[in-house]
């Protein structure tokens, strides 16, 4: 897969805003979520977002999903041979404080078996989303946990070349936020000159190199989709449109369970700026949509046709991520005759590439395939400059 190299509009230099009507306190603490205990060993998970300067990134979303105890995600394509735990669901939320800081109430996960080669194995992990202040900066990524034997032989931790980028995704043991005859602690700090992700404590705070990007796993959390996610403006409104597609691999198969997310300007060519992304009130339009796909690898959104912004092609822009990948992707969505031929990253194409880009009209509303990889493969950008 080969990434197109972009300068990034100022639609990817913004973000989507979160606000507390957005996220309820309790719903970081993932051991309360249910009439009983969850079994396991209880820990907090701490730490702080920053950026490459070492400021905190305050206000932000970040999301958790993970297996339980015994190493099963609360997902119907997990069946493997372990146990469910009715007390626990693995998914919280939170937003970050004003010095950055995110803490969570969880249960110490399990390893767990998957079938990439002969008895293999995940070590114990939990997935972090992260949203920063650029749509560049949307990361997913894992943090472990120290001295685990099953590092050294994961293909996923392993793909991270780079040693000290590695440790960067591994948490320390923190005494200190423990809670007496309760709670064992980890901390995490999540840092990059866009986002960084979760790692250990931070000792001193200096300029810190970018956390990797890890896979959104096999069993993304079920609550990471929310009620009328994919509805930007409500179906049947006058200036509604449909934009859906079906998500394939390299061999054409569909590619369920991946997560598409989209960010937009208006149909006035205005960036949102109104909070409330995770909330549908049919009125207020924050420019922000989440998908999953299904089994046939088909999503959907409902949303407006975006307005001109000066002179360029309008576009929304588009994040995947799915199984398989070990991050996520980048592209965009050009809307059919709509200035393409100004556009300096559609001319930059050839013919056969550019229109990997271009939704088409059909009777459902606007089509976007996106061929993760081969012939026909959707073009995906890596930005150069405001990176990651």
């Not at 396991?40 to 305050?58: A, F, H, K, N, Y």
């Not at 590619?255 to 960010?263: G, H, R, S, T, Y």
Request: hydrophobic residues 35%; proline residues 8%.
């Amino acid at each position: 897969m080969e990434l197109q190299g972009v300068d990034p509009e100022t639609l990817e230099l913004s973000a989507p805003c979160f606000g507390n009507r957005d996220v309820h306190p309790l719903e970081s603490d993932l051991t309360i979520q249910h009439c009983g205990e969850p079994i396991g060993e209880r820990l907090v998970i701490t730490g702080r977002l920053l950026d490459g300067l070492g400021r905190p990134v305050r206000r932000q979303l970040i999301e958790i999903w993970q297996a339980n105890a015994s190493g099963r995600y609360a997902h119907k394509r997990d069946q493997h041979r372990a146990p469910l735990d009715p007390n626990f669901t693995g998914t919280g939320r939170c937003l970050t404080d004003d010095d950055g800081g995110y803490r969570f109430i969880t249960i110490r996960p399990g390893a767990y078996p998957w079938r990439n080669h002969q008895n293999a194995w995940r070590p114990a992990h939990i997935h972090f989303s992260v949203f920063g202040t650029a749509f560049t900066q949307r990361m997913i990524t894992q943090m472990y946990f120290p001295s685990d034997p099953l590092l050294a032989l994961d293909p996923i931790y392993q793909s991270v070349t780079d040693p000290k980028a590695r440790e960067r995704l591994v948490a320390r043991y923190d005494h200190d936020v423990s809670t007496p005859n309760q709670l064992s602690a980890t901390g995490g700090t999540l840092c990059s000159p866009a986002i960084t992700a979760p790692h250990g404590v931070l000792m001193t705070t200096i300029s810190l190199p970018e956390t990797p990007g890890q896979s959104a796993g096999p069993f993304f959390g079920h609550a990471l989709p929310f009620q009328r996610c994919n509805e930007l403006i409500p179906p049947g409104s006058s200036r509604s449109i449909r934009l859906h597609g079906v998500v394939t691999d390299g061999v054409g198969e569909p590619v369920p369970d991946a997560l598409i997310e989209i960010w937009q300007p208006d149909a006035d060519g205005m960036i949102p700026a109104a909070t409330g992304s995770l909330h549908r009130d049919g009125w207020t339009f924050t420019g922000w949509g989440r998908a999953s796909t299904d089994d046939a690898g088909h999503y959907s959104f409902t949303t407006v046709q975006p307005g001109l912004r000066n002179d360029s092609a309008p576009f929304i822009a588009m994040a995947v991520f799915a199984r398989g990948l070990l991050n996520h992707l980048f592209t965009r969505v050009y809307l059919p005759g709509e200035r393409l031929d100004d556009d300096k990253l559609l001319a930059s194409l050839p013919a056969d590439r550019r229109r990997t880009l271009v939704a088409v009209p059909d009777e459902h509303g606007l089509r976007f395939d996106i061929k993760l990889q081969g012939d026909g493969e959707t073009v995906f950008l890596r930005y150069s400059r405001h990176r990651r």
